[in-house]
């Protein structure tokens, strides 16, 4: 991979080659960051690459990518999901360039297929023949669908408590599925602890420093899909902290080859229960578990294991930190569908309900270019959407009592 | 539109102009299909224009369908899903061709989204107000999605017996729901009464013409994701007969216009207890309602309203029709999203149901080009898919408790 250069480590700033380590830093602990030899790149990469590639997935971005066998990638079709102005929501609020990046479009129906690609395929080119996983639901049942066509072992950690169309997807698949009892918290420690002892390969966020980089793809297409440009703001869904650092790893390589002239602010959206990084960023800067609940199962995260990273990208980019109520999101889930044909689950509807709450408190300017990513499909969380509407009509077949549905004024 | 000469119908083979009907045949109330001058289109499209076109969507065929103005098109991305070579299956199987096309990939997750965009586009070139569509449920859900963005007012008619997130996703998505009870084919006549006594659009497949339009797309796709090949065999799930003659008609069109040198055989994929279209294909020819239960509730209808259309389909190909049972159908969940990495809802998977079948019935030769359409997402019937698996393991947080697991063998 003559584009990677090594580890950074993000505490400690330590560097490594990518041969000196597996996942954490030597050193603190902390996790790593892939660095990449950007004047290489930039010899070698052009805009026009891109205007005649015909690859529509992620791999369209295999020169920033830390991969080396592509032939390894996962059977389906990852990445390039749909970026929408959203126009008639757009007019609703008084926002001119408002859009919505429906990641809920990816394979298993949430964001975390991107990550889950590049760690399969590292976990191939490796030779491992298991991999392993703690999660909320998506990144295990993502992990699950990229492997299945594969035949790669896999064994997932998730809490009892997840949504059981994650847990249906999980099974479906033909992972070996373990449900462990509490939290998510717990699920990631015994998958740690699993790896260490039984060798797994870990896929784990916030340990695994390859999830990043495949989080990362998200904003190349957010910037491709507006023409090279890059948004003002970007409301990202936060928990454990990956997706905002990888987002944010995401613009500044643009950034650094040149392809974009400035940076977007991004804006950490977390259930206010649940949001341990707006909390350190609001206070000293110190990440300290919490503990709560949330409908958000997705970011339903006590300790974030790639806090301090999450942090860095809010602060390098200048962002902001919005927290919102379980409330804000199960309305939210009815409110972005009907604006915007987009259904998704509670977590990526938080930075929806996040963007309503910046525009109530004046932090929004009516041109900026503000993307709001929506992380997963609305289908994985069927009883969380139930939560939002009121239930349907009913009548016989009988036009007549149709009629007084109808004359009552309810049609 | 030069490219549309009027209709034709499907029963008694009247034609008209389209400005002289509706609906259905003036004469003798059978469906109607759309006519094209294959002419014309011939001598302005080439494949050229294709390997040309940056729109990966159905509306990269606009040559070829019955709209006049797109700007009008939803603002959700349909179409284009993913045609995967399924190479481990194919081993399994012991066949060198065999393809598997994703439509469970389309924004309200099944390819209702192809009829749906051409009605609703038809629905806002005639100015109508409102738009209705009876539908067992994924009909309904995409009309609902498609016309959200779009503030067309949209009533819809599900039995009541529809699958939950489907359920869901029409009332997130704002429409009017209205829950018949009994069945599908109750929910259909009601609806069509509503058309007539309120004037609102319908968009009912088996009544109106343009939804076998938008099905078409997905075989437009299909040869041309085969590099304009076409396959030997597809098999199609079958519910009310629109689906299979909507396929029919665009490898046909692709056929006339001179884009494919053959023709493939369709395979009518039906459940065994809801197979009016089977087992009138394998008597004499005539449909008769049935009675029965199945678990893919998208294609359980008693009565099919475009049964004629898709016996002519299956004839004129030359194909065949295969019924499974539920059993089949339920077990053929797991077995394809291990297989191939694709999820599908009951009937989604139908046609790898039957698929299997006809392989044990020397149906099949181990060269031929099959296609099996994959027509919803998993998603959409969380209650079906856990009745195809067996319940995790559990533990607790303790690697000992872990290891009992491990060494017990069942990781």
């Not at 297929?113 to 191939?124: F, M, N, S």
């Not at 809490?159 to 070996?176: D, E, M, T």
């Not at 991004?266 to 909390?279: H, T, V, W, Y």
Request: charged share 25%.
């Amino acid at each position: 991979m003559e584009n990677v250069t090594g580890y950074k480590c993000i505490q400690c700033g330590s560097e490594f080659n990518l041969d000196d380590i597996e996942y954490v830093c030597k050193k603190c602990s902390g996790n790593l960051q892939i660095t990449y030899d950007y004047q290489f790149i930039k010899k070698n990469l052009k805009k026009s690459n891109f205007a005649e590639s015909s690859d529509y997935s992620i791999w369209r971005y295999k020169d920033l990518l830390p991969v080396e066998d592509l032939s390894l990638k996962p059977v389906v079709h990852i990445g390039w999901t749909p970026l929408y102005k959203a126009d008639k929501l757009g007019d609703h609020l008084g926002l001119k360039n408002l859009y919505i990046k429906d990641d809920g479009r990816n394979p298993s129906g949430s964001l975390k297929d991107r990550p889950g690609a590049i760690a399969v395929v590292k976990a191939l080119e490796r030779g491992e023949e298991a991999i392993t996983c703690a999660s909320t639901g998506n990144a295990a049942s993502s992990l699950a669908c990229l492997t299945a066509a594969l035949g790669l072992k896999t064994i997932i950690f998730v809490p009892a408590s997840a949504p059981v169309a994650k847990i249906a997807q999980l099974l479906v698949f033909g992972a070996l599925v373990i449900t462990v009892k509490d939290s998510y918290d717990d699920a990631f420690d015994l998958s740690i602890k699993a790896t260490e002892k039984y060798g797994w390969y870990s896929r784990n966020s916030g340990f695994n420093s390859y999830t990043r980089e495949g989080k990362k793809t998200c904003s190349y297409e957010i910037c491709e899909q507006l023409g090279w440009e890059c948004p003002d703001k970007v409301f990202v869904p936060v928990g454990d902290g990956n997706l905002i650092s990888g987002m944010w790893k995401g613009f500044v390589d643009l950034y650094e080859i040149g392809f974009i002239d400035h940076l977007p602010q991004l804006i950490s959206c977390q259930a206010e229960n649940m949001d341990a990084i707006n909390r350190a960023f609001k206070s000293d800067g110190v990440i300290r578990p919490v503990k709560g609940e949330t409908i958000a199962d997705s970011i339903s995260i006590s300790c974030p294991h790639d806090g301090d990273a999450a942090l860095k990208a809010i602060k390098e980019s200048g962002g902001f930190a919005i927290s919102v109520s379980d409330e804000e999101i199960v309305h939210a889930i009815p409110e972005l569908a009907r604006e915007t044909s987009v259904f998704g689950e509670p977590s990526g509807v938080a930075p929806f309900a996040a963007l309503l709450r910046a525009i109530r408190t004046n932090k929004i300017k009516d041109d900026e270019k503000i993307v709001i990513l929506m992380s997963g499909n609305g289908l994985k969380d069927i009883d969380s959407a139930m939560k939002s509407v009121k239930d349907p009509l009913t009548t016989s077949p009988d036009i007549k009592e149709l009629e007084k549905i109808v004359s009552n004024g309810l049609v």
